[in-house]
């Protein structure tokens, strides 16, 4: 299984960016899928899942200011994230959860800074 993870890159304090993950297999066949990120010299943390049945969870550090969606028929789960910070700055990581296995995706950077 592959995830295929877009988007991210540079934004200011306050903006808004998108990212995107489309799994090689159906979105379907997935228990959840979420993205988790890792600040430099910081561990890897959850941000927001949702489950095959559409029930997300988030990081009450982003709760309110991030959402989580997914497209059944474009087989691609989206993390919309707005009001971002400085602190949300961190490599990106799409992460799906199939039957007893996980799969991630490559990193990808978001650099919030003025």
């Known amino acids: 299984v592959q995830l295929q993870a877009s988007g991210g890159g540079s934004v200011q304090p306050g903006g808004s960016l998108g990212l995107s993950c489309t799994p090689s297999?159906?979105?379907?066949?997935?228990?959840?899928m979420g993205w988790y990120r890792q600040a430099p010299g910081k561990q890897r943390e959850l941000v927001a899942t949702?489950?095959?049945?559409?029930?997300?969870s988030y990081a009450g550090s982003v709760k309110g200011r991030f959402t989580i969606s997914r497209d059944n028929a474009r087989n691609t789960v989206y993390l919309q994230m707005n009001e971002l910070k400085p602190e949300d700055t961190a490599v990106y990581y799409c992460?799906?959860?199939?039957?007893?296995?996980?799969?991630w995706g490559q990193g990808t950077l978001v650099t919030v800074s003025s």
């Open positions: 949702i489950t095959n049945g559409g029930t997300t």
């Open positions: 297999v159906t979105i379907f066949s997935t228990n959840y």
């Open positions: 992460k799906a959860g199939i039957r007893l296995e996980n799969y």
